[in-house]
């Protein structure tokens, strides 16, 4: 099981927050994470630029995107700004995409948001003939008549990660991706949901076995804390509940919210939780780390805690 850790913006001007993301992907790299998951925040920094950025600094950690929304850009263009972030990370990208919620689409864009899963169907027979490039890109379908030359071409293949919460979404993942990256998802729905329809739908359209990457809260604390570090995660992480698509996949599982996911307490708790995961067929963990304390010294503190808690950790799950 591969351990990643998530990197995204926070509070600051554009230059400060640029800074500490390269600052954290220097550290993940020099402490020996297998990955780098940078969310794509509607309100923030384009994660596929943060990750050409982050190709410049590093030399061997996977940088990926967690996740792009289809609708705000035609599949051609995402290939593009793909294949040139692959170029300048020197071939370590994961490519994860997703249809993205209706408060983002609909509500923050304008755009429709119908029939999602066949939208991303449709998409993705775009998006993977412009990753294979160059050439032409002459794909027609229910969404899309495209007939567009493209030159670029990769430096080495662009694996392709799709956020897929339901069945049908998953059957598409595993016929058309290499896998897929989740939010929400507690070691049950992994197990008992994700894992077996995902699974099947790849051996069934002749792909290898799929990637699983389960992203999940994680906060050291004492045992006393725990309670604290949960009802933080649902204070500051808790408005996506407000998905359908998180509520139907936190039905499949045991989780009522994602303090119930949040994997808190001491280092052999933690790694108990991590392992749960692992048993459960995730191939990869994306750990957003969860600091608690009532001051911001405090919370770096507990955020760098953390981070080296996962980063020793992470050489025994593997």
């Known amino acids: 099981m591969r351990i990643g850790v998530m990197i995204g913006p926070e509070k600051g001007d554009a230059a400060r927050k640029l800074s500490r993301m390269l600052d954290d992907i220097a550290w993940a790299e020099s402490a020996g994470l297998d990955t780098a998951w940078i969310p794509q925040i509607p309100t923030d920094f384009d994660a596929l630029i943060t990750i050409a950025l982050m190709g410049q600094v590093t030399t061997r950690i996977e940088l990926g995107t967690a996740v792009v929304p289809l609708q705000a850009q035609h599949p051609v263009a995402l290939a593009r700004q793909a294949l040139s972030a692959q170029a300048a990370a020197s071939g370590r990208l994961a490519l994860g ?4 919620h209706h408060w983002i689409v609909a509500d923050m864009l304008g755009l429709p948001y119908e029939k999602p899963a066949a939208y991303t169907a449709d998409y993705l027979e775009v998006l993977n003939a412009g990753l294979r490039g160059p050439g032409t890109v002459n794909v027609e379908n229910s969404t899309f008549t495209v007939h567009n030359p493209l030159d670029l071409g ?15 979404m998953l059957r598409i993942a595993g016929e058309q991706a290499d896998g897929t990256i989740l939010w929400m998802a507690d070691e049950r729905a992994v197990g008992a949901h994700v894992v077996p329809r995902i699974t099947k739908a790849a051996a069934e359209a002749g792909r290898p076995a799929p990637r699983v990457v389960a992203g999940l809260p994680v906060c050291l604390c004492r ?12 204070r500051i992480l808790g408005e996506a509940e407000v998905s359908p698509n998180y509520q139907r996949l936190l039905e499949t599982g045991d989780a009522r919210d994602i303090g119930d996911i949040c994997v808190a307490g001491d280092e052999s708790a933690i790694a108990e939780g991590l392992r749960r995961y692992g048993d459960a067929g995730a191939t990869d963990l994306s750990v957003r780390l969860l600091p608690i304390g009532d001051t911001r010294d405090e919370l770096v503190a507990s955020k760098r805690r953390t981070r080296e808690m996962i980063a020793a950790l992470a050489k025994d799950l593997r």
């Open 154 to 168: 990769p430096v080495a293949p662009v694996p392709v990660l799709v956020a897929a919460l339901g069945p049908v």
């Open 223 to 234: 045992p006393s804390e725990v309670a604290e570090a949960k009802a933080r995660a649902n």
């Open 97 to 100: 995409i997703g249809p993205s």
